[in-house]
């Protein structure tokens, strides 16, 4: 098991940057990859991005692709999303997610989730 909790999460304007941390107890956690989705209202559990175990590879979805960067620390168990140029469409519920396959995250591929936390853009 892992429990895995957000935070970092608010309401910011448009253009503005927000990092968001996870952190991770229980088992291992390097056992896991890790990653994050997002879900806005209305709307499913998107992919945003995903980091591998030892770090050293990063996938993202479009949506974060040139504007958020997914980052680890194994010394402190969290896993970071650094958000810049933020837009009103990025407004969502961000949720960490660990797994025990490949870094290449699917909503499928997630064992443990974390419950979450709103991040608002203004325009």
């Known amino acids: 098991q892992v429990q895995l909790v957000e935070s970092g999460g608010g309401l910011v304007q448009a253009g503005d940057s927000l990092r968001l941390s996870c952190a991770a107890s229980g088992r291992t956690f390097t056992t896991y990859v890790m990653g994050w989705f997002r879900q806005a209202p209305g709307s499913g559990r998107e992919f945003v991005a995903s980091?591998?175990?030892?770090?050293?590879?990063?996938y993202y979805g479009d949506s974060a692709t040139g504007r958020f960067t997914i980052s680890r620390d194994n010394n402190k168990n969290t896993v970071y999303l650094q958000m810049d140029s933020l837009k009103p469409e990025d407004t969502a519920v961000y949720y960490c997610?660990?797994?025990?396959?490949?870094?290449?995250?699917?909503?499928?591929?997630?064992?443990?989730w974390g419950q979450g936390t709103q991040v608002t853009v203004s325009s």
């Open positions: 980091i591998s175990r030892s770090g050293s590879m990063k």
């Open positions: 997610a660990a797994a025990t396959g490949s870094y290449v995250m699917t909503k499928g591929s997630v064992n443990y």
